[in-house]
């Protein structure tokens, strides 16, 4: 049975990331098909360097399969868009909140500075009210216009062009998860990429096992159902990589495969 390997939430750790990539090369070889769950940016030190990995591995032929995060979307609308908020962020936070992480990605593209937010009395919602860094105290849309200069049309492009699933005979990998009881194809969007409960929650089976991230955990679990691969990389955990061969399921460290059961 030919292993499929799987890496979980990135966000920004691109060292992380070269050392996952280096635990899976010595266990399947530089040909081993990884998929990635997505939530490459933000939080992170090296969003521009982790986009960057991913690319240069598609474009080198690489066995590799992305799959779209939440936190992508949310730097492409900025980028492209100058969109602060997702509506799925209950907390009404900006995307460029340290939180959220979007002044980190900003950062590794060279947009160093220090955000200045506001409160909306009749909404709750938080802004930036400007950015102060090099070119002096600008507002969102300055801000916006910069990062369109300085993110490359590539990176952009590559983010807004994965796919939001992918599946095999036993495994179906989505960054957050499936609202239970509709068939993958009627899914939405914003259930595969935000989605926390009913997924969590659901012991139903899904047909597959489905990998998935999104939700940080201190370590991968296996919940019998589902495999969180999300370790909290984005809050300075391990970004530990993980091997499939059919429904089984191993952890990739320095001493070799490490079983993860429910």
Not at 36 to 44: A, H, I, N, Q, S
Not at 89 to 94: A, C, F, K, P, Y
Not at 162 to 181: E, K, N
């Amino acid at each position: 049975m030919t292993p499929i390997y799987a890496i979980g939430d990135i966000h920004g750790q691109n060292a992380l990331l070269h050392h996952a990539l280096s635990l899976i090369a010595a266990d399947g070889g530089a040909e081993a098909r990884v998929v990635f769950l997505g939530d490459y940016t933000d939080r992170g030190p090296d969003s521009r360097g982790v986009i960057e990995t991913l690319i240069a591995g598609r474009d080198a032929g690489r066995d590799w399969v992305f799959l779209r995060g939440n936190h992508d979307r949310m730097f492409c609308n900025f980028v492209r868009h100058g969109v602060e908020h997702d509506a799925r962020v209950s907390s009404g936070i900006s995307w460029v909140n340290r939180r959220l992480g979007g002044e980190a990605t900003l950062a590794s593209y060279g947009l160093k500075g220090i955000m200045h937010f506001r409160q909306d009395t009749r909404s709750a919602m938080e802004y930036m009210d400007y950015f102060e860094g090099n070119a002096g105290w600008i507002d969102t849309n300055a801000l916006q216009q910069l990062a369109l200069q300085e993110v490359p049309q590539g990176h952009l492009d590559f983010l807004g062009s994965l796919p939001l699933w992918y599946q095999t005979d036993d495994l179906l990998f989505v960054h957050a998860g499936l609202r239970p009881g509709i068939p993958l194809e009627d899914q939405a969007e914003d259930d595969l990429i935000w989605i926390r409960d009913p997924f969590l929650k659901s012991d139903a089976d899904f047909g597959r096992l489905v990998v998935h991230g999104h939700t940080a955990l201190d370590h991968p679990r296996h919940h019998g159902n589902r495999v969180n691969l999300d370790g909290g990389a984005g809050y300075g955990n391990p970004l530990i990589p993980a091997v499939f061969e059919g429904r089984d399921c191993w952890l990739l460290t320095e001493n070799g495969r490490v079983p993860l059961t429910a």
